[in-house]
């Protein structure tokens, strides 16, 4: 039996190893894998622009998963992270490039990345994607000026929350600055 991760990406409207389709394919596949087919699938985003990502990247999908999109409207899987879904949504919103895709398409790309923040794995393999190199290619494209500010390659989940203690003025790094902390390994080194 096919998962739905797998029958997602035999649906793809464009090239199926497009870092978006396959984050999109990894993240909706591996939620509805473990949370069921009668919940949406991305913390926060609704049935309609769920639906519409489905119909933009795997047209077809719905049907070959049965879902029930009158049900899914109705149906509410909580998030106890939400608040970090919700911070990590206004980091991405705050760079998202106008230019790439339509605005439902930066939403669901940015749910996508949101929510596969809060798996366990290095963001690249919570998003299902080959290697760092698409995810990073996926932030360049989708959000820029994101990508621009980590010109020193850290790793982007580590990045990402880096970012959020940033903007509250959090400082939960022991040292002044990446240059001198003895966890620089941790951050920066290979994945």
């Known amino acids: 039996m096919r998962t739905p991760r797998t029958l997602l990406l035999s649906c793809a409207s464009a090239d199926p190893l497009e870092p978006a389709?396959?984050?999109?394919?990894?993240?909706?596949?591996?939620?509805?894998?473990?949370?069921?087919?009668?919940?949406?699938?991305?913390?926060?985003?609704?049935?309609?622009?769920?639906?519409?990502?489905?119909?933009r990247w795997f047209p077809g999908a719905d049907h070959l998963l049965g879902l029930d999109w009158p049900a899914l409207a109705q149906a509410h899987r909580p998030e106890p992270r939400q608040?970090?879904?919700?911070?990590?949504?206004?980091?991405?919103?705050?760079?998202?490039?106008?230019?790439?895709?339509?605005p439902a398409e930066r939403e669901a790309v940015a749910?996508?990345?949101?929510?596969?923040?809060?798996?366990n794995n290095h963001l690249w393999q919570d998003l299902a994607l080959p290697s760092r190199a698409e995810l990073s290619a996926l932030i360049a494209t989708w959000f820029p000026t994101l990508a621009a500010l980590n010109h020193q390659n850290m790793k982007w989940k580590k990045f990402f929350y880096k970012q959020?203690?940033?903007?509250?003025?959090?400082?939960i790094c022991r040292a002044p600055s990446c240059a001198v902390c003895a966890d620089q390994g941790v951050c920066f080194g290979p994945e």
């Open 21 to 55: 389709a396959l984050a999109l394919a990894g993240v909706l596949g591996q939620a509805w894998q473990t949370h069921g087919l009668a919940l949406l699938p991305l913390s926060g985003l609704g049935a309609e622009p769920t639906r519409l990502a489905l119909q």
């Open 83 to 102: 608040d970090e879904v919700d911070d990590l949504l206004a980091l991405l919103r705050e760079h998202m490039a106008l230019a790439a895709g339509t």
């Open 111 to 119: 749910h996508a990345i949101a929510c596969a923040c809060l798996g």
């Open 164 to 171: 959020l203690c940033l903007r509250h003025e959090l400082f």
